[in-house]
């Protein structure tokens, strides 16, 4: 079952990664706003509610992993970390701090689309 039109914040400083996945999930018919840091990120989490969140790990200031805690804190949306440098302990850590979901970079528009699913229990 597809999730419907979800309300998306991606947070990523990559420009292409910044302009490709925003792209694709609006191809999808999801709304999305975007952020390039975790602070960023924060605020506009505080400032308006979301379905879920697409973090990036590698982020200028806070990395995502760190600021995931205030993530969570700040808002009940579902947080998916991405992350070009994905090893077990990266996967270990973000879950353990309460990521839904970690996707390894590059990835497949199916791929995003599962893990949005999965932490918004449509999956």
Avoid: C, W, Y
Avoid at 68 to 91: C, K, R
Avoid at 93 to 116: S, T, Y
């Amino acid at each position: 079952m597809a999730v419907n039109s979800l309300k998306i914040l991606v947070v990523e400083d990559d420009p292409d990664v910044a302009l490709i996945v925003p792209r694709t999930l609006e191809g999808a018919g999801h709304v999305v706003s975007h952020e390039f840091s975790a602070e960023a990120g924060l605020a506009a989490v505080k400032a308006s509610a979301f379905d879920v969140v697409l973090m990036d790990n590698s982020l200028p200031g806070a990395m995502g992993i760190t600021a995931l805690p205030e993530f969570i804190a700040a808002s009940t949306a579902p947080v998916v970390m991405m992350t070009g440098h994905a090893n077990e302990d990266v996967q270990t850590d973000a879950l353990l701090l309460g990521a839904k979901a970690l996707v390894a970079k590059p990835f497949e528009p199916a791929v995003i689309q599962a893990a949005l699913e999965k932490a918004v229990g449509k999956a």
